[in-house]
């Protein structure tokens, strides 16, 4: 969507491995968020956040950490990705006249 | 938490207008409802909100009853683009300045047939 943007959109990576995702708004909104989306669960929250280094935990939080070093950017990281984090993943921004919006998704899928 | 219900599917024909039903028996007083509808593989798309008093815009309307315990989201002429997952969700508002987090539920999965 228009100002909010994901990258990478598909990622493949490997048990163990680090993975980070990026969340880049341009709407100057402060608050942030990351979901995740999995068949017979809905959207879940991560994490979020509500400006610069303020940051705080969702109801799935275990296994990821996140970064906001700047109002832009929100950064979502696998420290040691596992099957069980193979998903879709949602950022979000807010505004009170608009609700939320979301970005397109990060299919990631870990072997 | 569920703190909202709604049906898990309706049907539409094409041209028809699309009811959707939703349930928040113990929304509080400062908490908005809102409607969002996610189309197969794509991230949710805002379509409406409201507090306590109808409310319309070019995409759909939104009927709140008088106790605000119930809502229905109105497509007044639905096509086969609004396929989708319907999720109704209640939210508080703090002045404003500052947002709940959103809580999805399971949704509606509305299929609008020709």
């Known amino acids: 969507d228009a100002g909010i943007t994901q990258s990478p959109r598909h990622k493949v990576t490997e048990t163990g491995t680090p993975v980070t995702l990026r969340c880049h708004q341009t709407?100057?909104?402060?608050?942030m968020y990351w979901y995740r989306q999995d068949p017979g669960h809905g959207l879940r929250l991560i994490h979020y956040s509500y400006g610069v280094k303020d940051t705080d935990k969702g109801e799935v939080s275990d296994g990821y950490s996140v970064s906001r070093s700047k109002t832009e950017d929100f950064l979502l990281t696998l420290e040691s990705a596992t099957s069980s984090q193979t998903s879709v993943y949602f950022c979000a921004i807010s505004d009170f006249n608009y609700g939320y919006t979301f970005g397109s998704g990060t299919r990631l899928t870990v072997v | 938490d569920a703190k909202t219900t709604q049906p898990p599917s309706m049907d539409c024909a094409e041209g028809r207008a699309a009811n959707l039903p939703c349930n928040h028996s113990?929304?509080?007083?400062?908490?908005?409802v809102y409607w969002y509808r996610q189309i197969h593989s794509q991230g949710p798309q805002y379509i409406i909100h409201g507090l306590k008093n109808n409310e319309t815009n070019e995409m759909a309307s939104l009927i709140i009853t008088e106790d605000r315990k119930s809502s229905t989201l109105i497509l007044p002429h639905a096509t086969l683009r609004d396929t989708a997952v319907y999720y109704c969700i209640v939210m508080p508002n703090a002045g404003g300045t500052s947002y709940g987090k959103l809580t999805f539920g399971q949704g509606t999965i509305l299929t609008v047939h020709p």
């Open positions: 709407e100057n909104h402060r608050y």
């Open positions: 113990t929304i509080s007083g400062n908490e908005y």
